[in-house]
């Protein structure tokens, strides 16, 4: 009924709401929300975490085997990694690596990063092997996301269910309010 009586102030509001919106996410304050609010999000806010998990370690570990120097590596890895609350703990990764301490201790005190990328990066440091770690952590990454992607649909089937059932009531009510309104008038007028 609003869209059909008020489509010239419908209409125009949202065009102009999505083009507002696009501009404040291509904003740095509005980009670092959106960023943050794809971390946080319910079910979702797990999956881009590993997503940028396995970003970070299929790059850092490319880069790392290329022969470039391990600053230049992080400072390309945040540029790419797609998401800016990420990339600033890598750049933090980067100012500790050029304190001269590790990746693996930054990692460890990072909010974003799961402990288990810092334990085993802090093994592959110890052991000389940080690209077998990487590897390692880029192969569970991605067995994790396609397990978490399958469960996925496990978990919004019951949701679809449940919103396709208030679209069909809502169509039958349709159809059958119109009706039951005419049977109320004929026994009103009393034909």
Do not use: C
């Not at 881009?48 to 290329?66: H, P, Q």
């Not at 990420?86 to 990746?103: K, L, N, P, T």
């Not at 990454?141 to 992607?149: C, G, N, R, S």
Request: glycine residues 8%; charged residues 15%; proline residues 4%.
């Amino acid at each position: 009924y609003l869209i059909r009586k008020w489509w010239f102030i419908v209409l125009p509001s949202l065009a102009a709401s999505g083009y507002v919106f696009h501009r404040y996410i291509n904003t740095k304050a509005g980009r670092w929300q959106f960023d943050s609010l794809q971390l946080k999000l319910p079910v979702f806010g797990k999956l881009n975490i590993k997503v940028s998990m396995l970003k970070f370690a299929t790059m850092l570990n490319v880069l790392n085997e290329s022969g470039l120097p391990i600053l230049r590596t992080l400072e390309v890895v945040g540029t790419t990694i797609g998401n800016v609350v990420v990339a600033r703990e890598v750049e933090f990764m980067r100012q500790s690596v050029a304190d001269g301490r590790g990746i693996a201790g930054s990692i460890l005190n990072s909010k974003i990063f799961p402990p288990l990328v810092g334990h085993m990066l802090a093994i592959g440091e110890k052991t000389g092997a940080i690209s077998d770690m990487l590897n390692s952590i880029a192969e569970y990454y991605d067995l994790d996301i396609k397990a978490t992607v399958k469960n996925l649909t496990t978990l919004i089937e019951p949701i679809m269910t449940a919103v396709l059932g208030m679209v069909v009531l809502g169509i039958a009510l349709a159809i059958f309010l119109p009706m039951w309104n005419m049977i109320a008038l004929f026994r009103q007028s009393g034909i």
